[in-house]
Each structure stands twice: as C-alpha cells, then as structure tokens.
C-alpha cells in the first residue's frame, strides 16, 4: 500500500499537483515497467524496441527497475488491443506504464484505471490527452513542417502525393495536419493522391505503385518513417522520378539518393531523422519520475517533453549523412537515445 501512496505522489508532484506530502518519506521499491508499443514489424519499430530493451536491460542489471516487459499489438495501430494490454498490465501490478499509443484520445479511460492503482503512465513517441501523464515525443507538426516546407519550396509548381502513416495515429495526424498547412501557401502544388502506407515499407511501395501506374505526372513525395526507400523503389522500377521527396534517414534510401546524385538526375530529397530511441530516452524520464524527481521548470509543455532533432540532410550537406550511414546495413537508421546524465540535467 505504501509502495502504491508513494508512487501516486511522485506522480502528482512531477506535474505540480500535490505540494504537501514529501515523497523521499516513502521507501521505493524497484519497479516493474510494462511497455506497450502499439505495433511492430518495421525497421523503425525493431530498433525502438531494441532502444527499449538497451535502456531496460542496463536498469534491470543496476538493479534500479525490478523487471521488464515489452507487449506488441498483434494487429497494428489497433487501440482498442492496446487498452486490453494496459489492463493487463494493471492486473499484473506493474508500477510503471510505458505506452506509444495508436490513439491520442481512446486509451483516456484505462489510462484512468492505471493511475487509481498509483500506476505512473508515460506516453511515448506521440500524445494522449489524459491528464497527468508525461508525454514524451518530437513535436511532429514541427517536424513535418519542416520536410514539407523543403519540398513545396523546392518544387513551387506541380503535382505531389502524400503517402502517410497510420490512420488515427496521433503523430500521424500532427504530420498531415503540418502538409495541409504548407500546402496552402504554395497554391500551385496540387496533392493529386493522399492515401496510406501504414509506416511499412512493402506497403508503401505497392500504394506507390498503384499510383504511378495511373499515368499522372509526380513532381514531388510527402512520406514518412520507413517508407521512402519503398515509394521509391516503385518509382525506379518505372523508369520514372519525382523532383523532390523525403527521403529516409537510412541507408537504403541513402544508397539510392548517392546512385541519383552520381548520374546529375533531377532528383532532390530531405532527411530528417525521428529517432527510434525515443522509447528508451522516455524509459529514462520514467524512472526519475518514479523516483520522486521533477522536471525543471519551463522543461514540459502542456505536460510534454519535446525532443530536438538537430540534423536536416539535403542534397546541400548530403556527404555528413552518408558518413553516418555508408558501412551500416540497409535497414540501419539513425537514432539516438539521451544519455543518462543528459536526462537528469533536465531534473531539479
């Protein structure tokens, strides 16, 4: 009981809700972490999930969590499976709940339940809307805004496709909200298709292909993670290219663009990473969380921690990229993970 009381309150002070009680006085136990991915089976899933096990392989050995367990959606991006696998965990007494959620709104409910039991929920890699609950991501209108703005002002005039993640993700929808609003400054780029790729590179190259075949012209590429080497592998296939397009940060894709760049094709592309090893920086925040520490103020907005990612890759700083990726192998892509005492700089 007493374990419980004292994480609901290290909850509660990590977002400024209970000033009273002092959370040193309870004696912590190491927790157990159960860990929700939401979907799995891509090449950016593999190595968010292997970030994940990093972090909770170094912990576990320390002895600074008691165990670990990772549970994946057999069908993804399905919610409704994903509050079944949070209720699970309840009924296990986890101390801690890690979620990637497949909706931003739809788990609310079971979130509730977690926290009534004193369970400490972190969302990861995008957002829910439930209360008290730290949320750990990019900001990723941000970061499509800013792959979006570099192909609508490269291309100015023409017709692009949108080839997106899953439907209902909130991440996803942040992303496609950011092109939608790009879009409306540049009114001559018509979006001639807008369809799903379900973050899966096969996937993406079949709806790619489908679209090519229909004979109109493709001047430019909206995608995201993992699947940009498969949308353009439709396009080589053809004999055809877009001008621009986002590209994936991995070495693939990169190994293609390289082939592009060496012939002088009409061929430009951006890359911008969004690390997998999200997972693992938000397993870190989660223990100081757990732990009874709170974030520095103006660290958190609206109870989330943005993530910066510094590198953007044109064709302008091409050669910095390729040197990251040229020896890894083709399904290798860049992430990172915040290093231990980076994220305790962000903790009073």
């Not at 090449?43 to 968010?48: A, K, Q, T, V």
Request: net charge negative.
């Amino acid at each position: 009981m007493i374990k419980r009381i004292s994480k609901l309150v290290t909850l509660l002070v990590a977002f400024g809700l209970v000033f009273a009680f002092s959370v040193g006085s309870f004696a912590q136990e190491p927790p157990v972490v159960g860990i929700s991915t939401g979907s799995s089976g891509t090449s950016w899933r593999n190595i968010m999930i292997a970030a994940l096990e990093e972090v909770g392989n170094e912990y576990k050995a320390a002895g600074k969590i008691a165990d670990y367990k990772i549970v994946n959606n057999i069908t993804n991006g399905d919610a409704t499976e994903q509050a079944n696998i949070l209720r699970d965990f309840i009924s296990q007494g986890v101390d801690i709940i890690m979620v990637n959620p497949n909706s931003p709104d739809a788990l609310n409910g079971v979130i509730s339940e977690a926290q009534d039991e004193g369970i400490l929920v972190i969302a990861y890699d995008a957002t829910v809307t439930a209360p008290n609950v730290l949320n750990v991501t990019l900001d990723h209108y941000a970061w499509n805004t800013k792959n979006a703005e570099y192909i609508c002002s490269t291309l100015q005039k023409g017709n692009a496709i949108q080839i997106y993640g899953l439907d209902g993700h909130p991440a996803n929808n942040d992303r496609i909200r950011a092109t939608d609003d790009v879009l409306k400054k540049y009114p001559d780029i018509k979006l001639i298709a807008n369809t799903t790729g379900g973050w899966d590179q096969t996937k993406a190259k079949e709806v790619a292909t489908q679209i090519i075949g229909s004979g109109q012209q493709i001047d430019a590429v909206f995608t995201q993670d993992g699947m940009a080497f498969g949308v353009l592998s439709a396009f080589l296939d053809a004999n055809k290219l877009p001008k621009v397009m986002f590209g994936d940060p991995g070495t693939a894709f990169f190994k293609e663009w390289k082939k592009l760049r060496d012939q002088g094709a009409d061929f430009k592309a951006c890359a911008q990473p969004n690390p997998p090893g999200i997972g693992g920086t938000a397993f870190r925040m989660a223990l100081q969380l757990y732990n009874g520490k709170n974030f520095k103020t103006g660290i958190l907005v609206d109870n989330t921690y943005f993530y910066k990612v510094g590198m953007f890759i044109t064709d302008d700083n091409f050669d910095e990229g390729w040197e990251l990726l040229k020896d890894q192998p083709d399904d290798f892509l860049l992430s990172e993970i915040m290093p231990e005492d980076q994220v305790a700089e962000l903790f009073e």
